[in-house]
């Protein structure tokens, strides 16, 4: 963080604010960064696995920092988690048993809570300290969720809870922060962890992710790296352990990134219309969606050219 002291049009500003201001600043790489002015700073703690900072933002709210990295905003964290939950929910034939692979917020357990069919949905996550944190800071997000009685919440690595279970899952979602060095999502993904995911699913098991910043794809092509985005080297890796394999995306203001996110199962997915899917979440969910429905499922899935097209060719060529 850095401090930035705003003189321009001053006088615009509430009089009561300060004139100088925190700045959070996003790296989205060494050559790009997105800046977030700071209110306040509610909290600053490590716990045993990472840094966890929440800050109150001008224009996203409250936003919870692992290792330095945002994972939702108040403004828009509806749009991240309602795509990560309902696609997936809405294709099930019939979601019943769900497991959300961290989720520490505690609001992709309460998306998946609002379909009438879930019975029980087991919620795997590292971080007991940082649990404790959301259930004081952000109660908007997960908003009683952990309480109820469908819930059942676990605090273990996922790749040793994984290879000791032996339940068999509908929906299998996985919402864990970016895999750097620096977290605890450090090598999760790899073909020993798929070799046993693959044994919890049913025939017709969906698995979602959040699968990384999409435009990656596009500066990777544009400046010829080596390194390989990961949105590109997960669609490798899970396609060979899922005849089904599919990116879709969407914008979120707070990360300023066209966001992807990554579905693969073994059955063919059936190609609903617009109608079947509102008939979908009329019958299946209750509560309130603040952005998903038949026209943005439609949008989530239309994946521009160039993304196609890498993701197809190995070489970005």
Known sequence: ??????????????????????????????YELHGHAVKNVLLRTRSKYQQIDILDTFNSGKILILNSEPQSAEVDEHIYHETLVHPAMILHPNPRKVLIIGGGEGATLREVLKYKSVEQVIMVDIDEELHKIVLEYLKEWHQNSFQNPKAKIIFEDVKDYIKRCSEKFDVIISDLNEPTGSTPAFKVYTDQFLTELTKICTANSVFVMQASDMKDLLFWNYRKDQDIPLLKDYVELFSKYFKTVKIFHTFIPSFYSDWAFLMATNQQLEELSPEQIENRIKERITGNLKYYDSETHSMLFSLPKYVREIINNRSGN
């Open 1 to 30: 963080m850095s401090l930035f002291i705003a003189m321009d049009n001053y006088e615009k500003f509430d009089q009561s604010l300060p004139l100088q201001w925190l700045w959070y600043y996003e790296y989205h790489s060494i």
